[in-house]
């Protein structure tokens, strides 16, 4: 198995780089013949998502129906699709940055008491 890292995840999905995106082309396809599954980190969607907004300019929407894409794509994997799919949820409906939904995702996984400073994300999950 093969993991992509931000660079290959950001090319697959804005198709901005006619050589990079080949190569990353070629790599799937190998992939899905070999009936392999490509690993997506979540530190690849945490950097992913900052690359997509600030440097792209997707808001929201776009970063969660892109996540939902690779999540139904059976060509990825991920480290803990139940616990992205509940990030995903909180990320809709809140106003808090990906990251922070999925920080408080695996600590309720993990069934840690998160402290943070946040005021505004602290009211929203109360």
Same mark, same amino acid.
């Given at each position: ?15 901005? /780089?006619?050589?990079? =995106?080949?190569?990353?082309? @070629?790599? +799937?396809?190998?992939? *899905?013949?070999?009936? !392999?599954?490509? %690993? ?32 139904? /794509?059976?060509?990825? =994997?991920?480290?803990?699709? @139940?616990? +992205?799919?509940?990030? *995903?949820?909180?990320? !809709?409906?809140? %106003? ?31």
């Amino acid at each position: 198995m093969i993991a992509f890292d931000t660079n290959y995840l950001v090319r697959h999905i804005v198709q901005d /780089d006619e050589e990079q =995106c080949a190569i990353v082309a @070629s790599e +799937l396809a190998n992939e *899905i013949r070999e009936e !392999r599954s490509i %690993r997506i980190l979540d530190l690849v969607l945490l950097e992913t998502s900052w690359v997509l907004q600030a440097l792209y300019g997707f808001d929201r929407d776009a970063w969660a129906q892109i996540l939902e894409q690779l999540l139904e /794509d059976s060509a990825f =994997c991920f480290d803990d699709p @139940s616990r +992205l799919r509940a990030t *995903i949820k909180l990320y !809709r409906k809140g %106003r808090a940055e990906f990251a922070d939904y999925l920080i408080v995702g695996t600590a309720r996984l993990e069934a840690l008491e998160l402290r943070t400073f946040d005021k505004k994300l602290l009211k929203e999950l109360a």
